[in-house]
């Protein structure tokens, strides 16, 4: 009886941790759903909002973007997500409310800080016609373009599934 109480603790203590890994797999879910073609209805699977709102609502997002460009949502983590073996540190999303000049290219796009290999990310580029950039420079393409934000210096890829993606 006494080995059992410690067991039930260690037991209570990891139940949450297991929890947690089901609901990162199930955000992971939505957001490579919302990247993945359909080319049978010639569209993506599903639209990245729900996505987005299952972040946000699970804390890894703010409830606005970091920074709104032209038609553009730039949103950083608050905290590291896992994305195809990868860590997700920003989600761009391109989408349009209101007409405000041209050249909307709706779609979502993930950034990860990369830790080992990015063949996943590939493959899922290639079959769901999507564009993947192993050695992106979030320097060149964030602060070039004076948003306001960045990241921290390491190595970072950008796996980007956007209309222009599917019909270049």
């Not at 990247?35 to 049978?40: E, K, L, S």
């Not at 909002?49 to 608050?78: C, F, H, N």
């Not at 990241?151 to 599917?166: F, I």
């Amino acid at each position: 009886m006494k080995r059992l109480v410690p067991l039930a603790w260690l037991a209570c203590a990891l139940l949450p941790l297991a929890a947690f890994a089901a609901d990162d797999a199930a955000l992971e879910k939505g957001l490579t759903d919302a990247m993945r073609y359909d080319r049978a209805k010639g569209e993506r699977a599903a639209p990245s909002g729900p996505a987005l709102q299952a972040y946000i609502q699970a804390g890894y997002l703010e409830l606005k973007p970091s920074v709104r460009a032209d038609y553009t949502d730039y949103r950083l983590l608050k905290k590291p997500a896992p994305f195809m073996g990868q860590t997700l540190v920003m989600v761009e999303e391109e989408y349009m409310t209101q007409y405000i000049g041209c050249c909307v290219d709706e779609g979502v796009s993930a950034v990860v800080r990369v830790a080992g290999s990015t063949a996943a990310m590939e493959t899922f580029a290639k079959a769901n016609a999507c564009s993947f950039e192993p050695k992106y420079d979030p320097a060149e393409a964030l602060t070039a373009n004076r948003l306001g934000i960045g990241l921290p210096p390491g190595k970072y890829a950008k796996l980007s599934c956007h209309e222009r993606d599917a019909n270049p």
